[in-house]
């Protein structure tokens, strides 16, 4: 069954190939951090990477509801996040009305065996986890100040920042 939330076709191609345009992903099952001179992702922009591979089961255990509140934080009522499954369905979410509304699968924010972005509808922020690097690409000064404030408490540590300014 299709949710309300579900991509339609061209919908889901627009945002893939928008990912692909500008930070020209590139999959793969390599492991580690190795940034130079090969990396996942080429994003132009101020972005922060953090390794996930120290969390514990207290850290997953409020990932959810951190990173929803860090969504809160830099959304205004009505805006709508992509979330994004490499090779699976899509959605168009509302993070205020996300919680209400039912959903049969949906992307996470711990990267399981694949790759799920969060990005919105704006393109101006994101979320971006690869799961075999096992890391997290943020991008946008709002989410990345939010995640600043927040990712030890998530148990991660910081690996990488670039600002092109």
């Not at 075999?132 to 000064?141: H, L, N, P």
């Amino acid at each position: 069954m299709r949710s309300d939330l579900q991509l339609n076709e061209e919908q889901y191609r627009d945002i893939w190939v928008w990912v692909d345009e500008n930070m020209s992903f590139r999959p793969h099952c390599r492991r580690g951090h190795d940034f130079f001179p090969w990396k996942p992702f080429e994003i132009p922009v101020r972005h922060v990477v953090y390794g996930f591979e120290n969390m514990k089961k207290e850290h997953a255990d409020v990932m959810d509801d951190l990173i929803d509140q860090a969504f809160l934080n830099v959304t205004k009522e009505g805006q709508r996040i992509y979330a994004l499954d490499w090779q699976h369905d899509g959605y168009l979410y509302d993070p205020r009305q996300f919680r209400k509304e039912p959903h049969y699968w949906f992307p996470g924010y711990y990267p399981d065996g694949d790759y799920y972005f969060h990005i919105d509808e704006y393109l101006q922020f994101g979320y971006l986890s690869h799961p075999w690097r096992q890391e997290v690409w943020i991008f946008g000064d709002a989410l990345i100040e939010e995640f600043q404030r927040i990712y030890s408490q998530l148990g991660w540590d910081l690996l990488y920042e670039f600002d092109p300014s």
